[in-house]
């Protein structure tokens, strides 16, 4: 049938335990809608770590962050001798004043960062002759130019040019900065520049009135991430709030009905969050004490000639860097870090072999790629040492994940995600890490690590009954792609 166009629209933070208690406590009609007409699942593992940037190039490209090479939110470019931070928000960026950042988020994450060897789903569409739509997330690179323009007040405060080139689809919004409909509520600085749920659904409910609506369309809905991690995992006021934009969505069309006849819909999350304990001491783990006495760049400094390592923390993981490996050997770092029993995972390479261990642990794991052992994603590996560690269930040649889906792969690739000697760790559920200036989440959530609270998210999918080879967000473009009868 031609008739398919695919709606996904990512509804940030949506986890399974906290939609399903809002299902059952609170009038969601437009949910309940689309649940009363969808397959559901419930278990979608998303990439590691755990952060919107790294979640929305790997659904876009298909590959995890070792081919499309966004690594996280915050990472150290060695290249560049510097810290990237994307930032949360545009807003936090400005509040620090750091035209370079802006910069970062705005092109270089999409033109430069994002790996020009692999094809987004823009692209590849493109390529068929087809339009997209990405409504408001960061990932967007497409195969037509557009041009952001800055707001004044942006301009006012940071040296930014007045407008900035990028790459996107045809049909794009950025906020602010790019949009599609006239109107102009909820854009405002306050409202974060237009970054926020009522814009995103304005934007697409303009195309959905104009009878544009392209093959693909990417909306994404920011809002309720702050929501849980202030309140918790449990926070489901936001999902009502949520399920009313949804209704406005819908009701741009004809009728509900019109809605999914004529269209496929994908709702899904991007990443869980794992509830943060509300004993401050023991929920931050503090990696500038963790990590004592080796010599920490700081942020606004940037990395000074005695500098030993780099911090790029994101929330719940963090990039560990040393400067100089023979000052610094990544064991020493890993030594450090093995004493506090609230890491839950510690990882780096040596020669082709990935090692893992964690606090309080003595024993270790490691594996390669392409052995003779077979994973449940079809994935061959070797492995040697303690496999509780990744929690993992072998049983002959075949090895099943518990606590940590797709573990090896996903550790794999942040390993893999750029150039330096580094290594990358985790915290148990509970706890969260902090370095110099990085928010926390004590008594609400976070995200960013390993754990399947970080990783499982929800998906309902209305009007095909395909789905993808497997239920990972790595898996989804070629599935979007066979939808829209585009691959060959
Ligand atoms: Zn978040």
Redesign the pocket.
Known sequence: MEKQKVIMVMLD?LMDKALQLALKEETLPALEYFMDHADYYPDVVTPFPAM?VNVEATLLTGEYCDKHHLPALSWYSKQDNRIINYG?HIMELLKMGLSRSVYDVIYRLNNEHLNSDVKTIHEEIHERGKESASINPLVHRGASLNTLTMPPLMRFFLSVDKTVEVRSPSKFVYGSLNKLSPLKKYSHLWNKCGFNNDFSVQEFSHLVKNNEIPAFSFVYLPDH??NV?KHGPMEIKGIKKMDQQIQTILDSFPTWGDALENNIWILIGD?G?SRITSDRQHASVDLRKVLNPLKITKLRKGVQKDDQIVLGIN?RSCYIYSLNIDEVPLTDIVEKLKVDSRIEMIAWKKADWIHVTSGGNEGSLQFKENGNMKDVYNQTWDLAGDYSILDLKVDGNNIEFGEFPDALKRIHSSLYSHKGDFVVTTVKPEHEFIGESTPTHVGGA??GGLHKNDTLIPMIVTGTSTSPDYLRVVDLKDWILSLTNFKV
């Open positions: 933070t919107s949360t991430d702050k991690h990443n969050q929330l976070s995200h």
